[in-house]
């Protein structure tokens, strides 16, 4: 099993359409949660820290269950921009250079 | 403007080559890496350096090598022992490595190596 599952995708969505990213990860010790979105052969960027009690920023929502280990990442009101990879990273505490990064799910949104 | 300048961005190498790509940050980071990431998986770490003159290996290092002689510069060297080389290779820098959410990775542009 992967420590951090991803849906590769990809996810083809209308421009203004609502999707949702889920993100599973093994490790129970896993500290903090990250999105990061990659767009075509450039360099990951950070999208978002996830926290506890779930954050929002603009159109994007971040929850995550630790219960469950499984992060989710919400995109609202989709525009064309969006069309990238998303990343999901969980990071433990065991060496915090221990940086698990997902294989991604790619989104495209179509006018 | 603060950043992580990786070069050169393209690279062609012949087998049994060494090549070395270099990563210079004016960030103050005291912690780099280097990652490589291929088409449909995620990133994984080659190396790691904390400090200045101290270096990790990472999850893939076999060869590979690196250098930390200066804050600034951790520079990559993809030996001909290296079985496959050709993949894109992504340099970042945090400012530190514990667990905290403020140790963030930021990333270089990339240098995409491929081999003839």
């Known amino acids: 099993r992967k420590e951090v599952e991803q849906d590769p995708g990809p996810f083809n969505v209308p421009e203004g359409a609502t999707v949702a990213f889920n993100c599973t990860y093994s490790?129970?010790?896993?500290?903090?949660f990250f999105w990061y979105r990659q767009d075509c052969r450039k360099e990951p960027k950070l999208l978002m820290s996830?926290?506890?009690s779930g954050n929002e920023d603009g159109r994007f929502t971040a929850q995550l269950n630790r219960a469950s280990q499984y992060i989710s990442l919400l995109i609202r009101d989709s525009k064309l921009s969006d069309s990238a990879t998303y990343l999901c990273?969980?990071?433990?505490?065991?060496?915090?250079?221990?940086?698990?990064f997902g294989a991604g799910t790619r989104l495209f949104v179509k006018a | 403007d603060g950043g992580i300048t990786q070069s050169p961005k393209y690279l062609f190498r012949k087998e049994g080559q060494n090549v070395t790509l270099s990563c210079e940050q004016n960030?103050?980071?005291?912690?780099m890496y280097w990652y490589r990431q291929d088409p449909g998986q995620g990133l994984r770490l080659i190396y790691y350096?904390?400090?200045?003159?101290?270096?990790q290996k990472g999850d893939i290092a076999e060869g590979y090598s690196v250098s930390r002689e200066k804050k600034e510069s951790f520079p990559l060297t993809v030996t001909s022992a290296q079985k496959n080389p050709t993949a894109f290779y992504l340099c970042?820098?945090?400012?530190?490595?514990?667990?905290?959410?403020?140790?963030?990775?930021?990333f270089g542009a990339g240098s995409r190596l491929t081999v003839l």
């Open positions: 996830v926290y506890s």
């Open positions: 960030l103050n980071h005291d912690a």
């Open positions: 350096s904390q400090i200045v003159n101290d270096f």
């Open positions: 990273v969980v990071r433990g505490n065991t060496g915090g250079f221990k940086t698990i």
């Open positions: 970042a820098s945090s400012e530190g490595t514990g667990s905290s959410g403020a140790n963030v990775l930021t």
């Open positions: 490790n129970s010790a896993s500290q903090s």
